[in-house]
């Protein structure tokens, strides 16, 4: 997020507020018709809300809980494909639970708006902040968006909406458990009229409906699933573009741009932090200190991780000779699951960028800000490894 | 009982409960240590299986091998072990969240196979881990934050249910009532197949009002019952808050092909003599 000054867009109401509250209010602004939400820690805080707002009757919407989020998924499916604008939220074991189906509604095109709260899997059981929970979820055809902060989070549930129903594939956006989930900011919640104008009711091209004659599920052969598979590469590829289309909107109507990539001192660096999520947080302050104490440090934060920006982020390395990438996930046998995706973009390009892959944050322990400071100073001369490399954090 | 080698305290662990002050799962707790001293059985013998939830964090409770699942599968886990080592005692340790509403497929499943093992939920009628949502057997009027104005939702029966699904022993408890709890435990243990109970479990916390049925709950007026038809007609006038043994069937529990019997006639011989 980057804010505009200059422009002279009309502010709602400043509140503090949870990250999990600010995704409630995004929601009910965006008016889904129908919200499927089965309760898990620690997204349970979403459903709270969303309950006491309906509850208000300032949330007008048909709200299940249904007996497992395997079948919210599957409620959600069928009522995203008969036209209905549908939400949800989980996290965690809920969101592994609903992989079956997660390849169902993107392969059906159901523009299903799904919040995750990312949470370590199981097992051993923990509830802490580890992104493994949605990366691992990165084959399933969901547009995938990360939040850093409550703001974040409040904004990109309106806008995926916006991009869901235009590219006709479902989007999840994920934060990060308690750092955002539970920790209280101040957020501007945009007046219903401004979200009403950038997100027009949901007019479903194609639906469920027995008077246009249609079905939507049924067995096809090799030829038509091959095709549905170039569909939606089709419709994926359009994704990067209508999302900077529409983040550009929503700055010039909230003064807050949420671009794809988002760059931060990144014009004349030696050094960049590459990341997504609350951890962009902490690593835009230790860039500050280590620009204070003489190196030209950076930040590029993916807000987009599907499709992955490749292109935005190969011109925003262009000439930076080191790249950090700080992952809060491992993907074991291989390594963090950013590292491969940024190595992968780089790969057969004339970029000279020594990349290194840090395991830092995983299964939630502390990453404090002087602990990147120091990894910029110990990995800025270092020869990468082709592997990852663990970090202990605070509390390990 | 006295001639017995193990007492209660043998199988606690010394993992301190962190359930609610008033919760009745503590008492459940008790009556499942009593029991398994009543049984005599060592605790490396018993394992402990379970799902999610508040009720699901007994198996660190106990002394018994155990194991913390995922959440609504602890019959499908506890089935795979049973079939490994028939040898164990399996409890099976559920809640109303778990038991009957993610694992509600599970619960129709294991009452079919009949595998020797028992089952024990919890009931309180709310999802008391995730602070206060309705479950599958909260009341539909039942007004709250949560639900305001009820969920307007029939009931999931679970008496019926295992009862129809072919459970062999089918039993209902409250957790105060920590003798009579024991007691059909150990019964519902000692009989062979698939043996469920229903234990009545208070959450003060959530559910304040659940304090009334500490005086609410009742013997059955009625015997148990080895006829299918008898209990199925007394569980017409349930009224949620009797308790007992209801049924105790005859099916043969499931086999499971152990290895010691591959191709052994003697024991296939024993088996099929007449």
Not at chain 2, 74 to 95: F, N
Request: net charge negative.
């Amino acid at each position: 997020m980057k804010d505009m000054p200059g422009t002279d867009a009309p502010r709602g109401a400043l509140r503090l507020m949870s990250g999990n509250h600010a995704v409630a209010e995004g929601a009910r602004l965006a008016r889904p018709e129908v919200t499927p939400v089965y309760p898990i820690t620690p997204q349970t805080p979403i459903l709270e809300k969303l309950t006491e707002l309906q509850s208000a009757g300032e949330f007008v919407t048909e709200m299940l809980t249904p007996e497992s989020e395997h079948s919210v998924m599957a409620t959600a499916m069928t009522a995203s494909l008969s036209g209905a604008r549908v939400f949800t939220a989980t996290s965690s074991q809920g969101l592994m639970l609903m992989h079956e189906l997660l390849h169902y509604a993107a392969g059906a095109r159901a523009t299903i708006v799904m919040f995750n709260v990312n949470r370590t899997p199981a097992s051993p059981w923990g509830f802490w902040p580890d992104q493994l929970d949605s990366l691992s979820q990165r084959d399933t055809g969901w547009v995938q968006l990360y939040s850093e902060s409550p703001q974040d989070s409040l904004d990109l549930v309106i806008q995926a909406f916006r991009l869901a129903e235009r590219v006709r594939l479902p989007v999840m956006i994920s934060h990060d458990a308690f750092y955002v989930s539970h920790a209280v900011e101040p957020v501007d919640v945009p007046a219903q009229d401004l979200v009403d104008g950038f997100l027009p009711p949901f007019e479903a091209e194609f639906r469920l409906d027995p008077d246009i004659g249609r079905s939507i599920g049924a067995p096809v052969d090799q030829a038509t699933w091959n095709q549905s598979r170039r569909d939606m590469a089709e419709a994926m590829g359009r994704v990067i573009a209508e999302f900077t289309r529409f983040g550009a909107q929503w700055g010039r109507l909230t003064g807050r741009v949420h671009a794809p990539l988002q760059l931060y001192r990144t014009e004349d660096a030696e050094i960049v932090f590459v990341t997504l999520g609350s951890l962009a947080g902490t690593a835009r302050v230790a860039v500050d200190m280590l620009r204070r104490a003489g190196m030209r440090a950076g930040l590029v934060k993916l807000c987009l991780f599907r499709p992955l920006p490749a292109e935005a982020l190969r011109s925003a390395l262009d000439g930076v000779p080191v790249a950090l990438v700080l992952d809060r996930n491992y993907s074991v046998g291989t390594g963090g699951v950013l590292h491969q995706e940024l190595k992968s973009a780089l790969h057969g390009t004339a970029n000279a960028t020594r990349v290194h892959g840090l395991l830092t944050g995983v299964g939630g322990v502390d990453v404090p800000v002087e602990q990147l400071v120091d990894l910029a100073q110990e990995f800025r001369e270092r020869v990468p490894e082709n592997g990852p490399i663990w970090i202990d954090g605070h509390g390990r | 009982m006295n001639a017995n080698a193990f007492k209660a305290k043998d199988y606690k662990s010394d993992v301190t409960p962190i359930w609610c002050p008033g919760c009745g799962d503590y008492h459940v707790l008790m009556s499942i240590t009593k029991a398994m001293a009543d049984l005599n059985r060592d605790p490396k013998d018993m394992a402990v299986i379970s799902g999610i939830g508040c009720s699901s964090r007994i198996p660190a409770y106990t002394n018994c091998y155990g194991f913390h699942g995922v959440h609504g599968r602890s019959l499908a886990l506890a089935s795979g072990l049973k079939v490994s080592r028939p040898d164990l005692t399996v409890l099976v340790m559920s809640g109303d969240g778990d038991g009957y509403s993610i694992g509600g497929n599970h619960f129709l499943h294991a009452c079919r196979r009949n595998i020797d093992m028992t089952y024990i939920v919890m009931d309180n009628r709310v999802y008391g881990m995730t602070k206060g949502q309705p479950s599958p057997t909260t009341e539909p009027d039942w007004d709250s934050a949560l639900s305001p104005g009820g969920t307007g939702l029939s009931p999931f029966q679970p008496l019926v249910i295992a009862l129809a699904s072919g459970a062999n022993f089918v039993a209902r408890e409250f957790s105060g009532d920590i003798k009579n709890t024991t007691k059909t435990i150990v019964e519902a243990v000692n009989h062979p197949g698939f043996s469920f109970v229903e234990i009545l479990s208070p959450c003060v916390t959530f559910r304040p009002d659940e304090r009334a049925w500490k005086g609410a709950v009742h013997r059955a007026s009625v015997d148990e019952t080895d006829d299918p038809a008898r209990a199925a007609r007394r569980i017409l006038t349930d009224d949620g808050l009797n308790t007992g043994i209801l049924y105790r069937g005859k099916r043969a529990p499931y086999q499971a092909h152990v290895k010691d019997e591959a191709g052994d006639a003697g024991i296939l011989d024993a088996r099929f003599k007449v």
